[in-house]
């Protein structure tokens, strides 16, 4: 009986020492917290490689009036100014296998940068990721005569982009990124993925396209088209003729005026609120599912109403609408008696909300 219990406690000794080496391993291979995936030990690189960086700026003094950017995993910004000539800063990082690699990797993924015909051009290599190069990225940082410049198109991936003091054309096309964009005088289009877009004070037509990311504008005057999905739309004190569009987001329109034939505001799963003057013709169409709207109506605007919804009410709230028919879920009819603009409102599972300005 002795030896047996002696022999077991042998065994738990031998498995808790065992245990206490698998712990250490696993610690050792984990690494401490709070270091995330760049940690790796002195004495040798993780699968990752090193990362390194550089930076390294030019100028350049010939007649520039258009732009063409092609860059990867980095930003781009694109800023006017009042002087004469264009500068660039560029700013590198490489990950490889070992620190001996850098500055050959370095060279190349250099941006290529020339000019010709008026257009300055900046190209990113595109290398394949081998046992040497783990990765890299190239960030873009142009500062150009904003008297000059006519014509801007950037291409970059899991960067942010951003214009700012330009009149010209944008044409911006990125992912995994926002785009802030401001002091613009020119046509603009933009589109991203997973990240954000903000406008302000543009004149000019615009559209932008996002997914997973929301649209925030302000003082934007000109035709504007926005799409986006799951995240929110908020345009204000604009001028502009709006087609927006987005899903399990919310639409806010405050302190602005609708111009324009057709003005549309879509989404699904989130509420919309209109507070804004209205055009005084032409066609209103609101809509949503899952979503409480809200549309407040100035008493002087003669207007055709449809507002329709499935488990929830229409309440016009005192507005002398001449009632052609009505039920708990729907209310058609005229308001001050008029039709010069057809306003169509629905959705389901909500309320419908119209309000006196």
């Not at 050792?28 to 960086?53: K, M, Q, T, W």
């Amino acid at each position: 009986m002795k030896l047996f219990e002696r022999n077991r406690g042998i065994a738990v000794v031998g498995i808790l020492f065992a245990v206490g080496l698998i712990l250490m391993g696993a610690a050792i291979i984990v690494g401490p917290a709070g270091f995330g995936s760049d940690f790796s030990f002195n004495f040798g690189s993780s699968n990752l490689g090193e990362r390194f960086e550089r930076e390294y700026s030019e100028s350049l003094y010939q007649i520039i009036e258009a732009i063409d950017i092609y860059t990867l995993n980095g930003a781009v910004e694109v800023i006017g100014w009042e002087r004469d000539y264009a500068a660039i800063e560029v700013r590198q990082s490489v990950r490889v296998s070992s620190e001996e690699l850098k500055d050959d990797y370095f060279e190349r993924t250099k941006p290529e940068i020339t000019v010709s015909e008026n257009t300055l051009k900046i190209v990113t290599p595109r290398l394949q990721l081998t046992a040497e190069l783990k990765g890299y990225g190239t960030s873009i940082y142009l500062k150009v005569p904003t008297a000059l410049i006519k014509e801007t198109q950037v291409r970059t991936s899991n960067g942010n982009m951003r214009f700012s003091s330009l009149n010209a054309y944008i044409n911006a096309s990125g992912s995994n990124g926002g785009i802030d964009i401001s002091t613009v005088n020119g046509k603009i289009v933009a589109k991203t993925s997973n990240g954000r877009i903000e406008a302000i004070d543009i004149f000019g037509s615009m559209e932008f396209e996002s997914s997973n990311g929301s649209f925030a504008g302000k003082r934007l005057e000109g035709d504007l088209r926005i799409s986006t999905s799951n995240a929110s739309i908020n345009i204000d004190s604009s001028i502009s003729t709006v087609v927006a569009n987005t899903s399990n987001g919310s639409i806010n329109v405050t302190g602005s005026t609708l111009v324009g034939t057709k003005n549309s505001f879509r989404t699904s799963n989130g509420k919309i609120i209109i507070d804004s003057i209205l055009p005084e013709s032409g066609e209103l169409e609101i809509e949503s599912s899952n979503g409480q709207i809200t549309l407040y109506l100035p008493d002087s605007i003669n207007a055709h109403i449809d507002a329709l919804t499935s488990n929830g009410k229409v309440d016009i709230n005192g507005l002398p609408i001449t009632i052609s028919s009505m039920t708990k879920t729907s209310v058609k009819g005229n308001l001050n008696g008029g039709s010069d603009i057809d306003i169509s409102v629905k959705t389901s599972n909500a309320d419908i909300n119209l309000r006196k300005k």
